[in-house]
Structure formats: structure tokens, C-alpha cells
């Protein structure tokens, strides 16, 4: 049987709370969740505010430790990596680029964080790095002299991308990246994303709570609730017989609200 690019058995985290009377408290933010991801493959992790889904994206790109399981890159224990390796396998495109990219860098500089802190080539390497992921999303080799506040919202999400693309990954969490862009730009980067996949054959998570964007973006579906992973089926399944009852009160929630716009 192949190895799958990631395979994560048992995740789960604990977040202490503080005390009551003597007793130390702890919030279940995530119960064991066992999932696999193989490469070109898109996995959508759903559920509503609070069930978990960053804690777990968190967990995947090492911003967070896990309480318990294990996470195997193209089986091998992904701990076995340092913080910098890790970051060149999984990286991670944030709902706002207007609170992840810092308005006082220049696009060519916000690009070019990424390779000065994990990689060893020289400024003119560099400098064709950022060109090319420029171009890779549809940006101009001049837009790495202009600073974020120049740009529209969705070049900002595409700076975004292709911030994340600057160390060649295996793997890109969106965590609700399109959520806060215009549904016209939205199916820009849509479609942005889907065109990388090919061309590069990356994996993504997508972190979602929109079930539409769910429906045409993802291979196979996970559902988050209050921390605990309650349906994992392929997008065609979990679409045409959602076997939970919270997942079958999702999608009829979202085709109630399709039907009014
Ligand atoms: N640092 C923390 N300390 C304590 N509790 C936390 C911490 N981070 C998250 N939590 C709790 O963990 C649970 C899951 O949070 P998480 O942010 O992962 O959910 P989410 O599904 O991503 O929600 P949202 O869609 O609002 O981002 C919540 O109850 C949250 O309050």
C-alpha cells in the first residue's frame, strides 16, 4: 500500500484553563482525530467557531504542541524534522492578508522573508525566487516594489499565496482563506489555487466552514464538532448521505441559505 503524504493518528489537545477550587481545568479543544492526506489530494476540515479547526492547522504547521498522537510525514515522524524543515513541507495562508502580511514590508521583502530565514541562496537567487512565485499568481515583477496597502484585497490574497509558495511545500493549509474576499475575487483565488495544485502538485487543507466552497474545492471531507471529528468521507459521500445528524442539519442550513441569495 502506498505511504500517504501525511497521516495523522490520534491528534489531540488539551488547553489548561486555570483552576476551580483545587482542581486544575482543561478545555478539550481537540479529541483524537485520525486522518490521512495523499499528495494532489485536497482535505476540507468543517465545523462551526470553535469546534477545533485551527487548533488542529495550528498543531500541523508546529505553531501549537499537540496533548497526544502522532503526525507521519511521508511516513516518518514529522517531530523528527526541526521547526525550519517543517516549514518548508507545510505552510499556511491565513483568512486576513490584511493582519498576515505587515504593512510596513514591501511585497519583494514580505517574499523574501521566507527564503533569507530557511535557505542559504544569495540576493539574485532570491530576487528570481520572488519573481517567479510573482508570476506563479498571476502578480507582475513590479508589484515587489509596492507595499500591501497599495494592492487590492484579492492581489493581497494572491501575496498571500504566494508568500506560501516561496519554499516549494507539500502541503498548504488555507484556513479560511477566502472567507473574508468578495464572492468575485473569491472564485479568483479559487481557481488561483486549483491551477497551483495541477502545476505543482500540492496538497491542501482547506479549513472551511463554507460547505459551498467545500462542495467544488475538496476531494474528501472532515467534520469538527465541539473538538470531535464526528464524519470523514469522501465530498461525494458526505454531500449525498451525510450520515451524522449535525452534518445533515450543516448542509441543509447551507442550501437554505443558497436558496435566499
Ligand atoms: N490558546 C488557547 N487557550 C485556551 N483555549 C483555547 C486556545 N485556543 C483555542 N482554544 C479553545 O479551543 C477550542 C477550539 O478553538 P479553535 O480556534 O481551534 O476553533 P475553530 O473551529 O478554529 O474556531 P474559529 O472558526 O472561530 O476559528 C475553543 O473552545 C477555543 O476557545
Known amino acids: 500500500m502506498k505511504t500517504p503524504l501525511l497521516q495523522v493518528s490520534n491528534l489531540s489537545k488539551c488547553f489548561y484553563t486555570g483552576y476551580k477550587g483545587f482542581k486544575r481545568q482543561y478545555n478539550k479543544a481537540l479529541k483524537p482525530v485520525s486522518f490521512e492526506l495523499n499528495t494532489g489530494e485536497t482535505l476540507a476540515i468543517v465545523g462551526e467557531a470553535g469546534s477545533g479547526k485551527s487548533t488542529l492547522a495550528r498543531i500541523l504547521v508546529g505553531a501549537e504542541t499537540r496533548s497526544s498522537g502522532e503526525i507521519f510525514f511521508e511516513g516518518e515522524a514529522l517531530e523528527k524534522r526541526n521547526l525550519k524543515q517543517r516549514c518548508k513541507l507545510i505552510r499556511m ?19 523574501d522573508e521566507p527564503l533569507k530565514f530557511n535557505t542559504t541562496l544569495n540576493a539574485k537567487e532570491r530576487r528570481e525566487q520572488v519573481v517567479d512565485r510573482l508570476k506563479k499568481v498571476g502578480l507582475l515583477p513590479e508589484h515587489a516594489e509596492f507595499y500591501p496597502h497599495m494592492i487590492s484585497e484579492g492581489m493581497k490574497q494572491r501575496v498571500a499565496v504566494a508568500r506560501a509558495l516561496m519554499l516549494d511545500p507539500k ?6 482563506a477566502l472567507t473574508a474576499l468578495d464572492l468575485s475575487v473569491r472564485s479568483q483565488i479559487l481557481n488561483l489555487l486549483l491551477k497551483l495544485q495541477k502545476e505543482m502538485g500540492l496538497s491542501y487543507i482547506f479549513v472551511s466552514h463554507n460547505l459551498s466552497i467545500i462542495r467544488h474545492f475538496s476531494d474528501k471531507v472532515m467534520v469538527l464538532h465541539k473538538g470531535e471529528m464526528i464524519e470523514k468521507a469522501s465530498t461525494e459521500e458526505l454531500f449525498n448521505a451525510p450520515k451524522h445528524e449535525y452534518t445533515q442539519r450543516l448542509i441543509q ?5 443558497t436558496q435566499k441569495r
Open 171 to 176: 502541503i498548504i493549509i488555507a484556513d479560511e
Open 93 to 111: 495562508i491565513f483568512q486576513d492578508p490584511n493582519t498576515s502580511l505587515n504593512p510596513k514590508l514591501t511585497i519583494g521583502d514580505l517574499l
Open 253 to 257: 442550513e447551507q442550501a437554505l441559505l
